[in-house]
């Protein structure tokens, strides 16, 4: 996996399983549940979609696939609580 942590140049880096645990099983920031929905959109390389697939899967909620091409670039952050806002149905 890939970060670019303070430097902004990525780099390789190693992340344990017991890692992705402790970010994404009751994190006291943020609510994760069954009903969590995230549209995942980080390449699988980066370590933001490490978040983005453990916050779905391991709380029993829904990680949403989409093409590159159905998210806008200039797409709003998340809500205030973490959960992703409803994207329109391209086409």
Same mark, same amino acid.
Do not use: C, H
């Given at each position: 996996?890939?970060? &670019?942590?303070? *430097? !902004?140049?990525?780099?390789?880096?190693?992340?344990? $399983?017991?890692?992705?645990?402790?970010?994404?099983?009751?994190?006291?920031?943020?609510?994760?549940?069954? $009903?969590?929905?995230?549209? $995942?959109?980080?390449?699988? &390389?980066?370590?933001?979609?490490?978040?983005?697939?453990?916050?779905?899967?391991?709380?029993? !909620?829904?990680?949403?696939?989409?093409?590159?091409?159905?998210?806008?670039?200039?797409?709003?952050?998340?809500?205030?609580? !973490?959960? *992703?806002?409803?994207?329109?149905?391209?086409?």
């Amino acid at each position: 996996m890939f970060t &670019s942590g303070t *430097t !902004g140049l990525p780099k390789e880096v190693s992340v344990s $399983q017991a890692s992705v645990v402790g970010l994404v099983r009751d994190p006291g920031w943020i609510t994760l549940d069954e $009903q969590v929905r995230v549209l $995942q959109t980080g390449a699988l &390389s980066f370590d933001a979609s490490t978040f983005e697939i453990g916050a779905a899967l391991l709380n029993g !909620g829904t990680l949403i696939l989409t093409r590159k091409d159905t998210v806008p670039p200039d797409r709003p952050p998340p809500g205030r609580d !973490g959960r *992703t806002r409803p994207v329109r149905r391209a086409g």
